[in-house]
Structure formats: C-alpha cells, structure tokens
C-alpha cells in the first residue's frame, strides 16, 4: 500500500532526560543539534529506544513502523520530549513504495542521520524441519532488499550534499552462520559486508557509516528466537550504545563485549571447530 502522509505536530518543549548523552561526533551533531533524524523499525524496542533517545527540542524525527497504534504511541512520547516528528506506516518489502517515500523525505530535507532498524527473523522450527521458503523470502525482502535499498538511495542524497551518518542494523550473528537461523544470519553477514563497502567509499566525502551488530536485545523478535540467550540486554541500554558510538562515526559497534568475543572468534577459527562449538552450545538444533 502506498505511504501514509506524514503526520506533523509542533514540538512540545518538553524537556530531554538528564541521562541524554552529549558526545559530538566528526559526522554528526549531538542529539539536540540534529535537525532530521530517520528511524525504519520504531515500532519495535531498539528503533523506540532510540527515537527516545533522539527526540529533543529542535529535531525532527521521521520515523517508519508496520503498527499503526504502536508508532502513534511513540510518536507521542517523542514529542513530549520536545521533538517534531513525521510517522509513516511502512512496508520495506514493498520496494517501489518504500523508494518513493525516501524521495518525498528527501524533498523536504536529506536527513541529517538515517538508521536502518527494521528488520524480521525465522528459523528452522521446534523439530528442525527448516525454514518456510515464504518466511525465509519475506526475511531477506526486509532485511537485505529494504536496508541496502534505503542505505543506497540515502547514501547518493548524503554524498550530494557532503555530510550524513548511515547506521545500519546488522547482528553479532553476522559474524557465523548459525543453524538455528540461517537466513537471518545470512541477511545480517549481507548488511555488515555492506556497511563496511559503504563506509570506504563515503568517508572522502563527509558521510560517516556505522554498522551496529548487537546480541540479544529484549523484545518479542528476541524472546520468539530458539537457543540460549546469554548476556540479554535491555533495549534503553542497546539504543544508549548505538546513539553514543554513532555519534563518534564508529566503523562498528557490537555488544555486550563477551558474547562479541566468542562470536568474532567463530569468524575466525576453522569452520568445522567453530561449528562443533555451537553444537556443544546448543545452537545446532
């Protein structure tokens, strides 16, 4: 379905939580210095964390979700906190629709930072029967075709005008191929790669790129995930990281530091070691 027209209202001037971070990065200002700031996913926690985060007096958030009720709610919350903001119910597997609306936005302003957030799971099932061809379509619709497609036509707009900060929602998954999640895996490996490329060829002309790779976060996409979930982190404290290493242009932020550990160490090792370590932990079935 085509976009909704975004629905705009006047900062409240509320004012911004104390724990607010302040850093300025080389690419992008501190929260209350943006003046356009796009969130894909805030309907869920990590993209509603962060639009918290974001909102301030004097910034306009643009944000995209596929529950209507939930991004109201959001957007409410946001403009409580002094932020102007732009909803728009979206579906990234709709990729006509989805670079028409990123045209529209960019009509009225290249945003200032753009966060690819949304994103979907599936996995091979409680009996390990494997994943539905359709689910595993739909995931790499979302994940792959809807991120990279968002990242490239905002990565031209920045470029044109000489600054921006991409963020790009991969997943420590990126760094192994797990059993349990194939395609997941595989849509995450894709946005990290990606990112990485992006980040090379934009530095020279002021655009920054960071690629977000975090554990398990708190929320349903989280909980509906099998296998263990060491080191589960409330969404507040992911968005908290991303905002801070973002505004520092970091090439990469991954998190919490153990579980990064010993999946970069997956990467690294032997495949046929790395795979029958996932199997002592559980991960193969």
């Known amino acids: ?11 409240s001037g509320a004012k911004r939580s104390p724990d607010s971070p302040t850093e300025a990065g080389s690419h992008s200002s501190t929260p209350s210095a943006l003046r356009r700031v796009l ?15 974001y909102a301030a007096k004097g910034t306009t958030l643009i944000l995209t979700g596929r529950k209507q009720r939930k991004l109201d709610g959001i957007a409410q919350q946001c403009r409580e ?30 945003p200032d930072i753009a966060i690819a957030n949304a994103g979907m799971n599936t996995d091979i099932g409680p009996q390990g029967h494997g994943e ?44 192994h191929g797990l059993a349990l999640t194939p395609s997941y895996s595989g849509s995450k490996a894709a946005v990290k790669a990606y990112g990485e490329g992006l980040r090379s060829w934009l ?34 404290k992911a968005a908290q990281r ?3 290493g973002a505004a520092k242009n970091r090439a990469r932020i991954s998190f919490p530091f153990p579980l990064n550990f010993g999946c970069w160490w997956l990467s690294v090792l032997p495949a046929g070691i790395s795979q029958r370590l996932l199997g002592l932990f559980n991960y193969t079935h």
């Open 1 to 11: 379905m085509p976009p909704q027209q975004p629905a705009k209202t006047e900062s």
């Open 39 to 53: 969130i894909t996913g805030a309907t869920g926690e990590i993209g509603g964390a962060l639009a918290r985060r």
């Open 81 to 110: 906190l002094g932020a102007e903001v732009e909803c728009t119910v979206l579906n990234l597997c709709d990729e006509e629709t989805l670079l028409t609306w990123l045209e529209e936005v960019c009509a009225r302003g290249v």
């Open 132 to 175: 539905r061809w359709e689910d595993a379509r739909r995931l790499l619709q979302t994940n792959v075709i809807g991120t990279l497609g968002m990242a490239h036509h905002l990565a031209l707009a920045m470029k044109a005008r000489g600054s921006g900060q991409l963020v790009l929602l991969s997943s420590l998954a990126a760094w």
């Open 203 to 236: 530095k020279p002309f002021g655009v920054g790129v960071t690629v977000v790779m975090p554990g398990y976060v708190t929320s349903p996409m989280c909980e509906a995930m099998p296998g263990p979930k060491p080191f589960e982190m409330p969404a507040d």
């Open 242 to 244: 991303i905002l801070k």
